[in-house]
């Protein structure tokens, strides 16, 4: 619309231009006129009627009273006087004079020039004039047409704004989409690339670098599952923190070890998720200015305690600055639990040495102290000391092969062999002893062999320490079953006797080292209290296995139980006793 009114403002000056070249020329042409003693008003009349239709616009000679001369459109007796209208007033005191108005002579709106005729006082004035109704008419179609124009160009904008619009949104929107996706953890995401399109290049570098995410994603995620799956397996416990204590991992074995609520304890302060202080301290101690620690300490854990070493160390990032502390928790409880076992054989052995030891030693410094020792007493002295000797010997024979047996069977022979021949041996050879105690052997052996996987003297040790037992604690007149079968895929041996039994409190610590029911009555029998485990660790190195069933007062039965030689791959190895 600021067009349309500079337009309508250029059309009327260009109007108003005309007309004031026009009535320069009607000046001119009136001048004579207007002149006393000029030529008459009515010649005047005619011309101007004339010219005003050939120029087309109303002309108008007034006299410088104001009383009209002549009008081109109008009558000029009909007209009033004209020295009060603006554009003359204006000619009158200018020069010239320009006005917009309605005249009630021709009912239009009319655009007037007016000059004055002649110097002061004037001649009389010339007026040019016409009605603007064309040129409004011009201008109104005017503005109806710049109105289409820009309401057309204002939809072709919008349309073209819409599909620009489109253009930008539709790939920014699948681009926000994409990222939301990627944000919420899903790097699958990929946004069509249009090459066409400006968007192409920010589409591909998008894809790509959601690529790149996806591919660094995976590989912390493989990393994080194998560090979580070692951690799993350890059995160690490992507890790391952060450096306000707080839990960062936490394995499975950690929470074994100190046996810690079940579910996620991650975030939670150290002290809240256990109450072992000594774990607290060691990690405080860590993160503090102690740095690495390692203590040992004994954790009351019902039916049996445990004893863990805890090993605390302060962990850095890469830029060398604490960023927390990590524990391993090891269960060392086995360990020491064999140290005990080993510290008890050692002294064991060194009791079992003694006793012999001194007496030989009491027995040599009695002879050397008495020459004069009458014959008799000095041979029965002679015979303790051998007695002891050979005691001696048995201990170290007893310790020799039960460590052989203990090496996991590293040293024993593996040959195949029929399980009934070291059996009926030792049989042959210990039914002496039996028969001078009354005792009674049977023998009861499978129709076929006995296939086993293992070293004959060392099996027939086995057997012969099971025999000598059924006989040294069956009283006189008993029975001993000596069964030889096969059970389960497996080749048993069997010894039963009808002797004094044990009482199931002892049945459980029987197969130990050196363990006695009745010391003095297993040494008064020679026994060392090695022959059971000896047993049982032949069994064991042999892929095999002890067991015991025994009644008080009624007898007791042994057996040995080994993999028969096809089977030998699916070993057995559950000790029964110690
Ligand atoms: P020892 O040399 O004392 O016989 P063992 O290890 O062979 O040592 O046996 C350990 C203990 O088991 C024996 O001292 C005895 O108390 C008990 N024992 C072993 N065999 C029998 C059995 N057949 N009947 C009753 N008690 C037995």
Known sequence: ?????????????ETARGLHSKAVLLRDLAAPYLSPGGPPAAELELRIQGLGREIGARL?????????????????????NHLGRPEIVAARQAGRGEASRYSDTVKARMLYSALQVGGDPPLGYVRTSLPLTALESRLADLRGRIAVGAVTAALIALALGFFVARGITGPLGRMTGAVHAIAAGDYTQKVPVDSTHEFGELAGAFNAMAGQLQERMQTILTDRNKLAAVLASMAEGVIAVDRDERIVHLNEAARKILRLQA????????????????????LAQALGSDGASERELRLVAPPRDLYVKLHASPLRGSDGQLSGA????????DLRRL?????????????ELKTPLTAIRGLVETLLEDPAMDEATR???????????????????????????ESDGAVLDR??????????????????????????????????????????????QAIDNLLDNAIKYTPPGGQIWLRLKQEDRHALVEV???GIGIDPVHQKRIFERFYRVDKARSRELGGTGLGLSIVKHIALALGGRVSLESFPGRGSTFRIHLPLAQDLSKREATPTGA
């Open 415 to 460: 040959e195949h062999l029929d399980l009934r021949e070291p059996a009926l041996e030792s049989a042959r050879v210990l039914r002496a002893s039996a028969d001078d105690r009354r005792i009674q052997i049977s023998v009861e052996a499978c129709e076929g062999a006995l296939p086993v996987k293992g070293d004959y003297e060392v099996l027939r």
């Open 1 to 13: 619309m600021l067009v349309a009114g500079r337009i309508e403002r250029d059309s009327i000056e």
């Open 379 to 405: 041979m029965r002295f002679l015979e303790k000391v051998h007695r002891q000797g050979l005691r001696l010997s048995q201990i170290v024979v007893d310790l020799l092969t039960l460590s052989r047996a």
């Open 326 to 333: 990590v524990v391993i928790i090891e269960d060392i409880t």
């Open 60 to 80: 108008t000679v007034i006299a410088a009273d104001g009383g009209v001369l002549a009008d081109s459109d109008e009558l000029p007796e009909r007209m009033e």
């Open 339 to 351: 140290e005990e076992v080993r510290r008890d054989f050692v002294a064991n052995v060194s009791h």
């Open 263 to 282: 579910g996620d304890l991650t975030g939670h302060k150290i002290w809240e998720a256990t109450r072992t202080r000594e774990v607290c301290d060691a």
């Open 496 to 498: 039963q006797d009808t």
